[in-house]
């Protein structure tokens, strides 16, 4: 076999299944080498799109997301869902197929510096050579995925591709758990716990990757802590949960800052800034940090105690140290008063058809196990507040990267990830704009993907920025707003026009029983973005 050949046999034993990609003639031989090695090659609408479906995959599957680029201008666009993987920490292997080795750092077309490109944005930049691909893909694969979890980008120039090899398909490292913290350390959080009469925990997305979350559960129904979570951990915990206060620092915001203000103690429960540093919204109150690693704070925030190792043992040994001893005093009345008035400010009074009620649409004919995949804008805000997520990942977001263009592709990886579930996106159209394109890709999988787009005719989040610095509404205007259909379809696959929200709930449960994907165009009116995403 040739090393192409060696890279594929490795990654499918690891369990990758899709590679997701653009080709060209450098890519070619590693194409070849993934239809005789049983990787499905996904061909994307855009090399960006290639790498946050990888990001997805990574995160749904626990293998490793596949991505594949040529290089120089497929490079640099694999690079930005490189960059989300990164900061979201997502398990994902990325490959640029190069020039052949003796042309490498010479002045020649489409070529540029591969790794100084990827180091900032990977856990680790490397390069295939001769005699030298068992021990780097080894060595990627137990990068990849040692916390916290991140992608790895691998060059492969087109002459290493192609030579024939003896070398050997390597051991799969298993996944090294993380070191486990200290007795000393539990009885120091236990103490700091059993002082606190109203404290709150907040989920973040390090929670994301316990190998059982449902000892969070436990563990706050023993102490009957409520709890709230960032954007990535919404699920981790059903958040129908009689203990369940929301989503912070998205939509409507300040209220939630209201009341974590009446705790005496934050536990940040594997809580990754990353999502949103604490001193955006923790004031003075103390925080117990439980993660992976150190909190990234600044002298304001008054850290009380952290607990640092395994989340799984930690959580775990809390829980069996602490028994019932201390539960809070919290009043179940006033987590529930609390809860219903969120969650009404959020859906104020709008003329026509309001983006928070389609919103709620999609989330009432949508099952509890289902998943959405959504983008980033004002809507981030609003459904980050106001969706109920029920399962973890469910809610497929970038929150630590946070770009445009996440949603569709995320959508499409999310259907082949978890075929017997039902999928949606729920992008708006500016993201529409940007990814439209992978609509082609979803038809060509014959996948059954509704795309709802929230039409509002504005690039809305910056129209909000725009109004509150008091700038002139300027370069954000996508189109004008009319009354009209959307065009009967987009690459050939269908597309339907909601002006209220009685058509959007017909269209949406006619596209799920779709053999293929469909768009839906809801027309809503974003006048309470202005009121909800910052408050």
Not at 386 to 412: H, R, V
Request: net charge positive.
């Amino acid at each position: 076999m040739n090393n192409a050949d060696l890279i594929v046999k490795t990654l499918k034993k690891a369990g990758i299944k899709y590679g997701f990609g653009i080709p060209s003639g450098n890519v070619l031989p590693l194409m070849e080498a993934m239809r005789k090695g049983g990787i499905q090659f996904v061909l994307t609408a855009h090399e960006g799109s290639a790498s946050f479906a990888a990001d997805v995959m990574g995160r749904l599957t626990g293998k490793p997301g596949f991505c594949i680029s040529t290089l120089g201008p497929g490079a640099t666009n694999l690079s930005t869902g490189i960059g989300s993987a990164f900061l979201d920490r997502s398990p994902v292997i990325g490959i640029t197929c190069n020039l052949k080795t003796e042309q490498l750092g010479r002045r020649i077309q489409m070529y540029i510096d591969h790794h100084k490109l990827f180091e900032p944005i990977t856990k680790s930049s490397l390069a295939f050579r001769k005699n030298k691909v068992s021990p780097i893909l080894q060595k990627s694969l137990e990068i990849v995925k040692s916390e916290p979890f991140g992608p790895v980008h691998l060059d492969l120039p087109e002459d290493i591709a192609l030579l024939k090899t003896n070398e050997k398909v390597p051991l799969i490292p298993k996944t090294k758990d993380i070191r486990k913290t200290s007795s000393r350390s539990i009885q120091k959080a236990i103490k700091i716990l059993n002082r606190s009469d109203k404290p709150i925990a907040i989920l973040g997305a390090s929670t994301t990757r316990m190998k059982n979350p449902n000892l969070i559960l436990k563990f706050l129904e023993n102490l009957q802590i409520p709890f709230a979570s960032t954007t990535m951990a919404k699920g981790i915990i059903s958040e129908d949960h009689p203990l369940s206060i929301g989503c912070i620092e998205r939509g409507k915001r300040q209220i939630q800052r209201e009341f974590l203000s009446t705790s005496d103690l934050i536990v940040g429960l594997g809580y990754d800034v990353i999502e949103v540093e604490y001193e955006a919204w923790i004031k003075d109150t103390p925080l117990l940090s439980i993660d992976i690693e150190k909190a990234d704070t600044d002298n304001s925030v008054e850290i009380a105690h952290e607990v640092i190792g395994n989340l799984d043992f930690s959580i775990q040994n809390l829980s069996k140290e602490i028994g019932t001893r201390k539960r809070s005093l919290w009043d179940k009345n006033i987590i529930t008063k609390h809860k219903v008035n969120f969650q009404k400010g959020l859906r104020p009074r709008t003329k026509g058809f309001a983006a928070h009620e389609a919103i709620d649409i999609v989330r009432h004919i949508l099952p509890k196990n289902g998943i959405i995949s959504f983008d980033v804008g004002a809507h981030t805000h609003q459904i980050a507040s106001q969706w109920t997520a029920y399962e973890p990942k469910t809610f497929l977001i970038t929150n630590g990267w946070s770009s445009m263009g996440f949603g569709l592709p995320g959508a499409i990886s999310a259907k082949l990830a978890s075929p017997d579930r039902q999928v949606v996106a729920l992008i708006g159209d500016g993201c529409f704009q940007m990814t439209c394109g992978e609509l082609a890709v979803a038809k060509r999988l014959n996948i059954t993907l509704p795309v709802v787009v929230l039409d509002d005719s504005w690039l809305s989040l910056i129209q909000v920025k725009q109004d509150r610095r008091s700038y002139e509404l300027y370069g954000t205007k996508l189109n004008e707003r009319s009354p009209k259909s959307p065009p009967s379809h987009y690459f050939g696959v269908p597309a339907y026009g909601a002006n209220t929200p009685d058509d959007l709930e017909k269209l949406l449960k006619k596209a799920f029983k779709n053999a293929g994907p469909s768009v839906i165009e809801a027309k809503v009116n974003p006048e309470h973005y202005m009121e909800t995403v910052f408050d």
